[in-house]
């Protein structure tokens, strides 16, 4: 199982910027699906955005236009790069990724925490 660690995390004012990085702890180049998800106090886990080892990226309706997702297989890393912060994207962002063979995240980091101030 790939061992993940999320940074960037910071406390910004709205309208800033932020980017997310994930290291993982071996090769990325065959993890089919990596992800960035985020939660919330109170609230439930929701996808942030994903991308495919063919570099397919999917992202929730809420950072559309404002987040963008890519991944370095040479650093075997995934960035989350985060623009026109809103208050409301206030949460803990965690990192997954994909087991060899399959399409779910079901590895994942210990979070990196995102604060926007209003």
């Known amino acids: 199982q790939v061992q993940l660690v999320e940074s960037g995390g910071d406390l910004v004012q709205a309208g800033g910027s932020l980017r997310l990085s994930c290291v993982a702890s071996?090769?990325?180049?065959?993890?089919?699906?990596m992800g960035w998800y985020r939660q919330a106090p109170g609230k439930q886990r929701e996808m942030v955005a994903t991308?495919?080892?063919?570099?397919?990226?999917n992202y929730a309706d809420s950072v559309k236009g404002r987040f963008t997702i890519s991944r370095d297989n040479a650093r075997n890393t995934v960035y989350v790069q985060m623009n026109s912060l809103k208050p409301e994207d206030t949460a803990v962002y965690f990192c997954?990724?994909?087991?060899?063979?399959?399409?779910?995240?079901?590895?994942w980091g210990q979070g990196t925490q995102v604060t926007v101030s209003s």
């Open positions: 071996r090769t990325i180049f065959s993890i089919n699906v």
């Open positions: 997954g990724a994909s087991r060899p063979g399959r399409w779910t995240l079901d590895s």
């Open positions: 991308i495919t080892s063919k570099d397919s990226a």
